[in-house]
């Protein structure tokens, strides 16, 4: 198994372990010369604030807390590194045009139990956080389901752009990044997820969520990895 993903034997049978090595999965793709950046739900009410997970739940219950903030800083000197290179960037925000749609017609807001006033457009929740903001000549793509290639325009920005490669960041690991970049791959984009800069709500989930992309759909790539991808390629937009 890869090193980078050594912490998961712990949670492996040794059958297990063995069955990943010798049936081959995990073969890195590679990226192309055509990338982009994708910060996935980026938003308030999926970060939360920066401090442990049970200290901001009352506030922001989707949050991640103090696990998403440790993400912020590294995603922050990828996505300047892109900047630097005219790589673009997208962002995707999970948001709803109403509450009547949000409580009447969203099947995943249905699996939740509380409030949703905050996952409406016009909350504080929705807005992308200050540390990541977007710039002038980034796109936004609204989705109202897991994978911001479901009813977005999306894949037709990046036909348009020429893209080939996506360095995928953002929440959670185990929804809405593993959702997109499942999409993305089954769309024959190279895709490598930044495993640095993912973050979920419950550990299991985030080192599953790791594991199963890894084996089957995408790369895995340390902050490290990606910032020597960044500044060694030869970008052919």
């Not at 996935?40 to 998403?68: F, H, K, R």
């Not at 980034?138 to 360095?167: C, E, H, Q, W």
């Amino acid at each position: 198994m890869n090193d980078k993903l050594k912490w998961i034997q712990e949670v492996l049978s040794d059958d297990e372990h063995e069955l990943v090595r010798r049936s081959g999965y995990g073969k890195a793709r590679g990226l192309g010369t055509r990338p982009c950046l994708m910060v996935i739900d980026a938003q308030y009410y999926y970060v939360g604030n920066n401090v442990p997970l049970m200290e901001q739940i009352d506030q922001w219950p989707s949050g991640c807390g103090s696990t998403a903030w440790k993400a912020v800083p590294k995603t922050g000197n990828l996505l300047e590194a892109a900047r630097k290179k005219n790589i673009p960037i997208v962002y995707t925000r999970q948001v709803q045009q109403s509450l009547f749609i949000r409580e009447k017609f969203d099947s995943l807001g249905a699996k939740i139990d509380r409030p949703h006033e905050d996952y409406v457009e016009g909350a504080k929740g929705i807005e992308i956080i200050d540390e990541l903001a977007p710039q002038k000549g980034d796109l936004i793509i609204d989705k109202s389901y897991t994978s911001a290639f479901y009813a977005t325009p999306l894949i037709g920005y990046l036909i348009k752009m020429g893209v080939d490669s996506i360095l995928a960041m953002g929440g959670s690991t185990s929804g809405c990044v593993r959702s997109t970049v499942i999409d993305a791959a089954a769309r024959n984009y190279n895709v490598a997820v930044i495993m640095d800069c993912v973050f979920d709500r419950i550990e299991i989930s985030h080192r599953a969520a790791l594991l199963d992309l890894w084996m089957k759909y995408t790369d895995i790539f340390t902050y490290e990895e990606a910032m020597d991808y960044l500044q060694r390629v030869e970008v052919s937009y």
